[in-house]
T-cell receptor, first 115, second 110 residues
């Protein structure tokens, strides 16, 4: 199984809503990532988890809250988002975050629209 | 902060023509990876280069890593319509995370 599964595929939420994005992998990878991608732009790193511990937070606003309940799951909790947060949210995993990064496997993404 | 730029931003070619995208980093990279993202899709890993001056080939695709480990290129010979998409380089400066380049969008006219 070389898949990273993200749910939901699409999400429309109001600015006062609370929602969560979910990501799952069963490749035994110990590094998991959240990226945000706006149209015609590259993926932008948000968070990195290494061995279930948050190792990088790219100064992401606190309305985005990541969680790694176990080595296979990664969540992104959303609260009080702004319309400019509308984007494709990509989850990825890799074997580890050692000096030589191994290839990252990306999920299909969650297309988020904030209204 | 670290920047990884790619040129050109966009290229439109006739099927059968060659295509090259160039990736330049402001800092030395420990390794570089290349990804392809089809329209409406997600990034898919193509290759990783680690050594200074390394050249790797995958069928019609040739990847190079510069001697100073600050630049890289991807060359596609005789493009096909299946090559359509955005090609990203992604580098690691030792922060243990990839920073994606700005991307080159390739359109192939049949």
């Amino acid at each position: 199984d070389t898949e990273v599964t993200q749910t939901p595929k699409h999400l429309v939420m109001g600015m006062t809503n609370k929602k969560s994005l979910k990501c799952e992998q069963h490749m035994g990878h110990r590094a998991m990532y959240w990226y945000k991608q706006k149209a015609k732009k590259p993926p932008e790193l948000m968070f990195v988890y290494s061995y279930e511990k948050l190792s990088i937070n790219e100064s992401v606003p606190s309305r985005f809250s990541p969680e790694c309940p176990n080595s296979s799951l990664l969540n992104l909790h959303l609260h009080a988002l702004q319309p400019e947060d509308s984007a494709l949210y990509l989850c990825a995993s890799s074997q580890a975050t050692g000096r030589l990064n191994t290839e990252a496997f990306f999920g299909q993404g969650t297309r988020l629209t904030v209204v | 902060g670290q920047q990884v730029m790619q040129i050109p931003q966009y290229q439109h070619v006739q099927e059968g023509e060659d295509f090259t995208t160039y990736c330049n980093s402001s800092t030395t990279l420990s390794n570089i990876q290349w990804y392809k993202q089809r329209p409406g899709g997600h990034p898919v890993f193509l290759i990783q280069l680690v050594k200074s001056g390394e050249v790797k080939k995958q069928k019609r695709l040739t990847f190079q890593f510069g001697e100073a480990k600050k630049n890289s290129s991807l060359h596609i010979t005789a493009t096909q319509t299946t090559d359509v998409g955005t090609y990203f380089c992604a580098g690691d400066t030792g922060r243990r995370a990839l920073t994606f380049g700005s991307g080159t969008r390739l359109q192939v006219q049949p």
